[in-house]
């Protein structure tokens, strides 16, 4: 009898006795859905939403993140954020390539929790699925983590800065807060609540981001003071991703495919709508228009602020997050974004300290008051965690965690800034800055000239280039053959 293939054989061999087919299916899927919320996700929503003469560059900041996170995720970054514990709050660097360590059951070896007396309290988070698939699954996650930063310098940082600041700010910055919050770190065993990330990638991503605008510098004038974006609809497109996209990011925190899982899905689609709606409301009331980009913004603000809670509240909580989720940000956006020296002056493009730090920093929160005693119990190491509203004093916890995850991003994403700069500019040069994509990559979102013709500034749009003087510029780059 001819022998079937190993790889179809129902136990042994690819399909060892502690594999959980359908968990395995659902992390993969789950990543794959995180995967997309960046590629093509972020870099249809960056492209679309900036200012035409920018749209190439902010895509491929993106895009470029994404495959730099790839390779350093892999070579050394996993294992700093999920291996063997080298101190409080970062793990042992080390490469992720080799077969006999992914092909082996998962497992995030700095996770056992023990009670203050050292007896055990919870076993060691081992999911029923391979190595690979962690290492594929929290991969996706770190990439757009840079992604979202990415938001806050698009239009002026120098790319070849960007591609030096992505490995060092995985490094040095992501590693800290996923090992101390996810991969056995201080704040996990001390019981500090964050679900999927609300913490570890979108509190740090607006805190860095901020950070790094600030040391970046701003646009021009002419960018700062009007920057429309080129193609509302194709906004929506990416919008549509990240929304869709957020099953998987949210889905997938648990490591299987369980009850759990399911809460947090809707739970996540529950506060993303309310809070779409009442920034929309909000609009409406204050300044007479429904904003379509305003929507957009009060969608990423409640599927934020649900990330650090999503499987451990209740639906109504989710409801309530939702409000204050589309109004808060809507405030710090709206009202003292124009008002508070410090936001007017740092040039923070998208907006991402409001739609990240501030629903992140406000989603940890919450979750320390609404967190319910059961589902906590399905999903934390620490036994008996539970909410404020249920007789806990988990918020303190909760600030305390955020707090850390503040002071490190500033403190370390200057130090990279600073060093950074001493080898290259962080900022375009000025001619860069007043002509945008065809100067800086040689290649147009949207091509209308063709090979070796002259760029005439008054034959085409009008505000393409911010400087009247600038003439003809010749062609370049593969969109100009049309």
Not at 80 to 97: D, N, Q, R, V, Y
Not at 108 to 125: D, I, K
Not at 273 to 300: E, H, R
């Amino acid at each position: 009898m001819p022998q079937m293939a190993t790889a179809y054989q129902p136990t042994g061999g690819a399909v060892p006795d502690w594999l959980n087919k359908g968990d395995n299916a659902w992390q993969m899927i789950s990543a794959t859905l995180v995967g997309l919320q960046s590629v093509p996700g972020l870099v249809i929503l960056y492209g679309s939403i900036v200012k035409k003469k920018w749209a190439v560059n902010s895509a491929f900041m993106a895009l470029y993140a994404f495959a730099a996170v790839v390779l350093c995720w892999v070579s050394w970054a996993y294992k700093m954020s999920f291996g063997e514990k080298l101190l409080p709050f970062w793990g042992k660097a080390g490469p992720a390539l080799g077969q006999k360590f992914l092909l082996k059951q998962a497992a995030l070896t700095a996770t056992t929790q023990y009670h203050a007396n050292g007896e055990l309290e919870t076993v060691m988070v081992t999911p029923w699925y391979p190595m690979a698939t962690m290492v594929w699954f929290q991969c996706v996650f770190a990439a757009i983590t840079l992604i979202l930063l990415a938001g806050s310098v698009l239009g002026r940082m120098n790319f070849k800065a960007w591609m030096m600041f992505v490995p060092l700010w995985l490094t040095f910055s992501y590693t800290i807060g996923a090992f101390s919050l996810w991969g056995g770190g201080f704040l996990f065993h001390w019981g500090v609540m964050d679900y999927s990330g609300g913490y570890v990638i979108h509190l740090s991503s607006g805190v860095a981001g901020f950070t790094t605008a600030y040391w970046v510098g701003p646009r021009v004038k002419k960018d700062r003071e009007r920057f429309p974006p080129n193609n509302v609809l194709l906004t929506l497109a990416g919008a549509g991703l990240l929304w869709m996209g957020w099953a998987g990011f949210n889905g997938g925190d648990p490591y299987s495919a369980n009850t759990d899982s399911s809460m947090a899905v809707l739970n996540t689609n529950i506060c993303a709508a309310t809070s779409l709606l009442v920034w929309t409301w909000l609009d409406v009331i204050f300044f007479n228009k429904p904003s379509v980009i305003g929507a957009v913004q009060g969608m990423i603000t409640g599927l934020v602020c649900i990330t650090p809670a999503a499987g451990l509240v209740q639906g109504w909580a989710a409801i309530v997050m939702g409000v204050l989720s589309g109004s808060v940000p809507w405030f710090t956006m709206m009202i003292l974004d124009k008002r508070w020296r410090l936001l007017t002056t740092v040039d923070d493009t998208l907006g991402v300290v409001h739609t990240h730090a501030v629903a992140g920093f406000l989603g940890g929160i919450l979750t320390g008051i609404f967190a319910e005693p059961q589902l906590c119990a399905l999903f934390l190491p620490a036994t008996n965690s539970r909410g404020v509203v249920y007789g806990g004093i988990q918020v303190f916890k909760q600030i305390v965690g955020g707090l850390f995850i503040i002071g490190w991003n500033i403190v370390v994403t200057s130090i990279i800034c600073i060093a950074i700069r001493f080898v290259i500019p962080l900022r375009m040069p000025e001619e860069q800055l007043l002509i945008g994509d065809d100067a800086v990559h040689g290649e147009e979102a949207y091509a209308l000239w063709g090979d070796g013709e002259l760029y005439d500034v008054t034959k085409h749009e009008q505000n393409y280039s911010d400087d009247p003087s600038q003439g003809k510029f010749e062609s370049s780059g593969a969109t100009q053959v049309v």
